[in-house]
């Protein structure tokens, strides 16, 4: 195994004076991600435009918030442009809106290298392309902003044709409220990597298949539904939340003798060699572009693969149950607009 690398970690400390001073930034997208990003550069002090499409549906949040509204194109004159929209529509958002309107020493911020690597979005010569990837979603990012506090970022350089772009992307970071916590330096290809493979083995295609199994196998075995997902979905929050703010071995100085017998006797026959090629696959898919190709076809099918699979999710009986003890186990949720999350994006964070 590879020894634990421990990086430096770009933290207010490691600032003098002000964050992007006499700088212009040009906010391209108000969704989760545009939104937080956006008002948490005005509390630091920047001057901030908001770029959208005519008829944009956040219009009218921004406008509501103290925002200048301008269109994408007069946002692309600022210094700083943070290009802040859904993955599948960013290159041509960019090449058709964006592109006519750049100007040699300006400095495009993406908050995911989706598009860089995947995407085919080419940036001319002259202009400085960093990324800046808050780790957690944009309600996250502001909520954490305005308590005095942060969420970490991974930042990286893609394009550096003015020297300066390092610098601007960390002033960038910290101007969002995230050198609050800490700034991680990496690049593109890794953010982009990483963060696909977490969201399909982990984070999103993991745990929900993990969840539907046990599920499945309880009720098989002839035990009640509603007691099968009261244990193995709504307790989940108690565990990930010890993992998140203890860590892995934190949480089992919390947990009792008895589970923490069960976690390292049983766990191993859980996440064995087989799921471990399996994760392997997945990870070569998103090196070789596999992913991204296949996603790029959903997307040119308007979705129809996805929208059958959900609709096959929520067929299933623990959906049904799910929408039964919802008013007892989740008497917060609420129903998202038919095809899609707000804010859109590939990733859970934008």
Do not use: W
């Not at 634990?4 to 964050?19: K, L, N, Q």
């Not at 750049?102 to 085919?120: I, K, P, S, Y």
């Not at 539907?212 to 244990?231: I, Q, S, W």
């Amino acid at each position: 195994m590879p020894e634990a690398h421990i990086p430096h970690i770009v933290t207010e400390r490691d600032f003098d004076g002000p964050s992007l001073s006499g700088l212009t930034v040009g906010v391209v997208g108000y969704g989760s991600q545009g939104s937080a990003q956006a008002l948490n550069l005005r509390d630091s002090g920047v001057e901030v435009s908001v770029g959208l499409r005519d008829g944009s549906p956040t219009a009218e949040s921004a406008v509501g918030a103290g925002f200048r509204v301008v269109e994408v194109g007069e946002a692309a004159t600022a210094d700083v442009v943070a290009l802040l929209v859904p993955d599948e529509v960013l290159p041509h958002v960019f090449e058709h809106e964006m592109a006519p309107a750049l100007r040699v020493g300006q400095t495009l911020v993406l908050a995911h290298g989706f598009a860089l690597l995947f995407g085919g979005l080419e940036v001319p010569d002259g202009i400085d392309v960093v990324l800046v990837a808050p780790m957690g979603p944009g309600a996250i990012l502001r909520e954490r902003y305005t308590t005095g506090s942060g969420l970490p970022a991974a930042f990286a350089v893609h394009q550096d044709a003015t020297g300066n772009a390092r610098r601007t992307a960390l002033e960038y970071g910290r101007a969002i409220g995230c050198a609050r916590v800490g700034l991680f330096e990496t690049t593109v290809a890794e953010e982009t990597e990483i963060d696909l493979f977490a969201e399909q083995a982990v984070l999103a295609g993991g745990v929900t298949r993990l969840i539907e199994a046990a599920f499945d196998v309880l009720v098989e075995a002839g035990y009640d539904p509603a007691m099968a997902y009261m244990e193995c979905l709504y307790e989940l929050e108690l565990t990930v939340n010890l993992v998140h703010r203890y860590g892995i071995s934190g949480m089992r100085d919390r947990i009792s003798r008895t589970a923490l017998f069960g976690d390292l006797t049983r766990g191993d026959r859980i996440i064995g060699e087989e799921t471990r090629a399996g994760m392997r696959r997945v990870l070569e898919d998103v090196r070789s572009g596999v992913f991204a190709r296949e996603l790029e076809d959903d997307v040119s099918k308007r979705g129809e693969g996805t929208e059958a699979a959900l609709k096959a999710a929520r067929e299933r009986l623990l959906s049904r149950v799910e929408d039964v003890i919802a008013p007892v186990a989740h008497p917060n949720r609420e129903d998202v607009s038919e095809g899609g999350q707000a804010g859109g994006g590939t990733s859970r964070k934008r």
